[in-house]
């Protein structure tokens, strides 16, 4: 069965540089989340989409930004990158009554 | 909102002992409870979960879970851990927003 796919797998990045993360999620979902975890920590909420809609916000900072396209797949897109910011960047999606799936996760590193 | 609490970090367990991960939750609304597995530099696989009716539920890998209500718990639970068991352990929690609350993960490691 297919998954959610993200790319890339992982990304290297200079300070005050820029990144986007692509996620696709499982054919007919209707909901894509995207998820930071710290080194050590649990995954935190940053932003979902309901049928291409923003529908919640969580401790997403404004230097990053996501959508979700046409053909629902979704781009999380980070600007002025800091060191702070290297983490795993997962992709989840589900249907409104079925269990979130989740992507293999992106990993950032930011020098 | 809601919040997790899985109270302890790590748990060191032999092969071929019993292993239970405590799972605590809050929330004003009712939930859906979940824990899932992450194996190093992975993603998350999803274990079992509890939406509604029987509050023993049975996962994936021999896990098993029993949802309290009046504890507010979620424990995990396995008869016999294998090395292979050796993961990180989220347990979350859905309330009326889609998105999970994860709690802090607990390390388990069997050892031989």
């Known amino acids: 069965a297919a998954g959610v796919i993200q790319s890339p797998r992982h990304l290297i990045k200079e300070k005050r540089e820029t990144a986007t993360l692509k996620c696709y999620p499982i054919?007919?979902?209707?909901?894509v989340y995207w998820y930071q975890q710290g080194p050590g920590q649990d995954p935190q909420f940053l932003i979902s989409?309901?049928?291409?809609?923003?529908?919640d916000k969580g401790s997403i900072p404004d230097r990053f930004s996501a959508q979700q396209f046409s053909d629902y797949h979704s781009e999380l897109n980070m600007s002025s990158l800091e060191l702070g910011d290297s983490a795993l960047y997962f992709c989840?999606?589900?249907?409104?009554?079925?269990?979130?799936?989740f992507g293999q996760g992106t990993r950032l590193t930011v020098v | 909102a809601q919040s997790v609490t899985q109270l302890d970090s790590q748990v060191p367990v032999f092969e071929e002992a019993p292993v239970e991960l405590r799972c605590n939750y809050s929330s004003s609304v009712s939930v859906y409870l979940f824990w899932y597995v992450q194996y190093p530099n992975q993603g998350l696989q999803l274990l079992l979960k509890?939406?509604?009716?029987?509050?023993l539920v049975k996962g994936i890998n021999g896990f098993e879970a029993e949802f309290n209500k009046s504890q507010t718990s979620f424990h995990l639970r396995k008869p016999s851990v294998h090395i292979s068991d050796t993961a990180e352990y989220f347990c979350?929690?859905?309330?009326?927003?889609?998105?999970?609350?994860f709690g802090s993960g607990t390390q388990l490691t069997v050892l031989p």
């Open positions: 979350a929690v859905r309330g009326s927003a889609r998105q999970l609350t």
């Open positions: 989409f309901y049928e291409k809609m923003q529908s």
């Open positions: 989840a999606s589900s249907l409104k009554t079925g269990n979130t799936h």
């Open positions: 054919p007919r979902h209707d909901t």
């Open positions: 509890y939406l509604s009716g029987s509050t």
